[in-house]
């Protein structure tokens, strides 16, 4: 059985990964200081006995004896309430987090896959965005923090590979969703979800023609392990092609949840993106990766989950595992 270490292993995707490689036969150690992550999403995990909870902020120095097969460095806030809420911490796990995370890879000689984020491309002005442009961030701005904090981790990564010949894995995650998100995460579909399952009006910023391509969970993991597995070190776009409006995106989500909300129209965020949509065609030439879940046949398995957890916090921190998967907390 190979060992893996998941950073950020309570949040949204990290869980997901979690499930991902202890079905495929892993040991799994997630790492997680529970800032924006939750017990919740491990909560099917804790009577296996080849998971493992590790209650750490990355920032800070790690050691893990167990002699693992990669890592997997997701630990970061990945929405604009989070990291606006959390600007120094985001850009702390971003390049101190990231340093220590190359650094445990570094000492067992092993791969280690980094998330990245669509986000690097900031307002762009390349469309749709392919690996070879270089952005349109303003590294100053309220969203600045998470931009680069990620664009960061990209160098440091690429200077580990360079310099201690590092096998390392870059990705940019394009706008992802599904089961395990936040209700209150601050992104579109999870406000919008929420919002419609409780009856209130459904907040579009601006004229709502700001355009974005929703990738599902299982298409993202999928892509994720194809990544791992391949023999590329420069960064690869994960996401799905399929554009749409943000007000298309919120009207769909009324017609699936049957909601009798109507919308309202917000004053625009300061640098939101008015155009996202990935270029994938080398990740569709390298691991022969294509997103196969529609956002509809997506949205129709994410709203039952906010219709079942839609009164209860879905990121409960104090509650604790139990049996084999007690905290562990590491200084």
């Not at 969203?143 to 590092?166: Q, V």
């Not at 965020?269 to 390298?286: E, F, S």
């Not at 398995?301 to 219709?307: L, Q, V």
Request: charged share 20%; aromatic share 10%; proline share 6%.
């Amino acid at each position: 059985m190979k060992n893996i270490l998941i950073t950020g292993g309570a949040g949204f995707i990290g869980s997901h990964l979690c499930r991902y490689y202890l079905e495929n036969n892993y040991f799994v150690f997630c790492l997680d200081n529970l800032s924006t992550g939750s017990f919740h999403n491990l909560s099917s995990f804790e009577k296996l006995p080849h998971f493992r909870f590790i209650e750490h902020d990355l920032t800070k120095p790690f050691i893990l004896k167990d002699k693992l097969h990669a890592v997997l460095h997701f630990a970061s806030p990945a929405s604009p309430l989070d990291y606006q809420e959390q600007p120094i911490p985001t850009l702390k796990v971003g390049s101190l987090g990231t340093h220590n995370a190359l650094g445990i890879a570094r000492a067992h000689q092993c791969k280690i896959l980094l998330a990245s984020t669509s986000e690097v491309y900031g307002d762009p002005k390349v469309h749709p965005q392919p690996e070879s442009y270089w952005g349109h961030v303003n590294p100053i701005g309220p969203r600045g923090c998470y931009d680069e904090a990620k664009r960061f981790l990209e160098a440091l990564t690429m200077a580990y590979h360079r310099t201690h010949h590092l096998n390392t894995r870059i990705i940019r995650i394009f706008n992802t969703y599904g089961p395990h998100m936040r209700i209150k995460d601050g992104r579109a579909i999870p406000t919008f979800i929420s919002q419609a399952l409780s009856g209130e009006p459904l907040s579009i910023h601006g004229k709502g023609d700001q355009t974005r391509s929703f990738c599902y969970i299982d298409d993202l993991i999928s892509g994720i392990a194809k990544v791992l597995d391949c023999n590329y070190h420069l960064p690869i776009n994960l996401g799905n092609p399929q554009e749409m409006t943000v007000l298309e995106c919120a009207r769909l989500i009324l017609k699936i949840s049957k909601s009798k909300s109507t919308v309202v129209f917000l004053e625009r965020p300061v640098d939101d993106p008015n155009t996202r949509k990935p270029d994938i065609h080398l990740a569709q030439k390298l691991i022969n990766w294509n997103p196969s879940i529609t956002l509809i046949e997506g949205l129709k398995k994410t709203i039952p989950y906010f219709r079942t957890n839609f009164s209860k916090s879905s990121n409960d921190s104090t509650k604790s595992l139990s049996g084999r998967n007690e905290r562990i907390t590491s200084s």
